[in-house]
């Protein structure tokens, strides 16, 4: 019987040509421009989300034109948006807990609140607060995205800290120790309820055929 080959040549001439290949490297830039894209937005969410949490803040709690129900419907509404879209940035979470790490540093080595130099702290204050933030970054990296309850609460619990601190700089290592609590608790909770990967070995190993014979 004859087979034609003609298609199957013509596919692999196809597959060697300079379209195919001009194709992919424009498909390689179309997923570039996306991911572009994608942290842009998320700069820019974030960057208006930070304005609502801030200006909310500045409303409640120091003296302004405004009612401080305002403020307070703000920091709510920042609070929603924050829960309901966690699982999108909790990824990112200990990339911004980096920051907090950069921002100790800082004030180790220039003895000062960042971008403040009239709040003093001391070195010892410093380097306590940068080992939670550091230890925070390593509590979160952790997390999946498909967070339980018990993470989310964790991690709304440090977002609270972390903004009352700087509400209030002489709560700033009792603030940061409850969170850093909170994220280890709920990292302690994950370790103990997750499913045991040594039980899915236990299973395969009694499907095996061997396992199976010698029952019998």
Same mark, same amino acid.
């Given at each position: 019987?004859?087979?034609? +080959?003609?298609?199957? !040549? ?9 379209? +195919? ?10 997923? !570039? ?7 842009? %937005?998320?700069? /820019? ?19 302004? *034109?405004? #009612? ?22 909790? +990824?990112?979470? *200990? ?7 950069? @921002?100790?540093?800082? /004030?180790?080595? !220039? ?10 702290? /001391? ?16 509590? #979160?990296?952790?997390?999946? $995205? +498909? ?24 709560? %700033?290592? $009792? ?18 309820? $997750? ?10 190993? #009694? $499907? /095996? *055929?061997?396992?199976?014979? @010698?029952?019998?």
């Amino acid at each position: 019987m004859l087979v034609d +080959k003609r298609p199957q !040549e013509n596919r692999g001439r196809f597959e060697d040509s300079p379209y +195919k290949v001009r194709m992919m490297k424009g498909r390689d830039r179309l997923e !570039e421009v996306k991911s572009g894209f994608r942290i842009v %937005m998320a700069l /820019t969410l974030g960057g208006l989300w930070l304005g609502l949490v801030f200006g909310g803040m500045a409303i409640a709690f120091t003296p302004s *034109p405004h #009612s401080r129900m305002t403020g307070w419907l703000l920091l709510i509404g920042a609070a929603v948006i924050m829960i309901a879209t966690m699982n999108r940035w909790v +990824k990112a979470f *200990p990339v911004i807990l980096c920051w907090g790490v950069m @921002g100790g540093l800082i /004030t180790i080595a !220039e003895g000062h609140a960042v971008n403040h130099p009239e709040v003093l702290v /001391t070195r010892l204050d410093a380097t306590v607060m940068t080992l939670l933030f550091a230890a925070s970054a390593v509590l #979160s990296a952790t997390f999946s $995205r +498909k967070l339980h309850l018990v993470s989310r609460v964790a991690i709304f619990s440090f977002v609270f800290c972390v903004f009352w601190q700087v509400a209030n700089e002489r709560m %700033m290592l $009792r603030a940061l120790s409850i969170g850093f609590c909170a994220l280890l608790f709920a990292w302690l909770y994950d370790c103990f309820t $997750r499913p045991r990967t040594g039980n899915a070995g236990n299973r395969w190993i #009694s $499907r /095996t *055929p061997l396992v199976k014979l @010698g029952r019998r």
